[in-house]
């Protein structure tokens, strides 16, 4: 099993900045790709970003130029740092991660951008 604890998530204004991280523990052997979803109220959740071993990302185009991911192999942990925040980034967001081709979710952190 793999454990993943998200921290970093609170209350902003439109236009500051946060930084998620997210830590995994547990029985890690290799993690492959690692990321970030987010999910809104009433809405279903949603990819924000990935990023692979190898350091190859991927980004939801509503986050692009605004959102930096960036991983520790050898801590085993993923960041989100996310700038220019608007009050529709409003959501919990998710720290995945996959190994063994199973993938494994973290409890959630709370990110609330104010208008």
């Known amino acids: 099993q793999v454990q993943l604890v998200e921290s970093g998530g609170g209350l902003v204004q439109a236009g500051g900045s946060l930084r998620l991280s997210c830590a995994a523990s547990?029985?890690?052997?290799?993690?492959?790709?690692m990321g970030w979803y987010r999910q809104a109220p009433g809405k279903q959740r949603e990819l924000v970003a990935t990023i692979t071993r190898g350091g190859s990302t991927n980004y939801a185009e509503s986050v692009k130029g605004r959102f930096t991911i960036a991983r520790d192999n050898v801590k085993n942990t993923v960041l989100l740092q996310m700038n220019s925040l608007r009050p529709e980034d409003t959501a919990v967001y998710y720290c995945n991660a996959e190994q063994l081709r199973r993938g494994y979710w973290g409890q959630g952190t709370q990110v609330t951008v104010s208008s």
């Open positions: 547990g029985s890690i052997f290799r993690l492959n790709d």
